[in-house]
């Protein structure tokens, strides 16, 4: 599986930004981890491969949407209300069963920056 990000960028604080993950051979139980430097990688969301199940870190619950379209093989995370602490590399990530834990998933994108300016 080959996991493949796009849509990062700069925003100023309040902003959104939509970040796509293009999967080849299709999606599966997918989920949207970050990173800042000097810290571990942390899980940000998950949905099922049939889209009907998905989980948030409190973080980002009410904020941020994770969806999936299986026609297009892409999972999409939608960011709104866009915090200075929302900034990192964000990564997309394909597993056997939906998990919100980094060891639960076996593939992995390069990851596509994310800086909110306050």
């Known amino acids: 599986v080959l996991l493949v990000e796009s849509g990062g960028g700069l925003v100023q604080a309040g902003g959104s930004l939509r970040l796509s993950c293009s999967a080849s051979?299709?999606?599966?139980?997918m989920g949207w981890f970050r990173q800042v430097p000097g810290k571990e990688r942390e899980f940000v969301a998950a949905?099922?491969?049939?889209?009907?199940?998905?989980a948030y870190a409190d973080s980002v619950k009410g904020r941020f949407t994770i969806s999936t379209d299986n026609a297009k093989n892409t999972v999409a995370l939608q960011m709104n209300s866009l915090l200075p602490e929302d900034t990192a590399v964000y990564y997309c990530?394909?597993?056997?069963?939906?998990?919100?834990?980094?060891?639960?998933?076996?593939?992995w994108g390069q990851g596509t920056q994310v800086t909110v300016s306050s």
């Open positions: 949905i099922s491969a049939n889209g009907a199940i998905t």
């Open positions: 051979g299709g999606t599966t139980n």
């Open positions: 990530a394909a597993a056997r069963w939906l998990a919100v834990t980094r060891d639960a998933y076996d593939y």
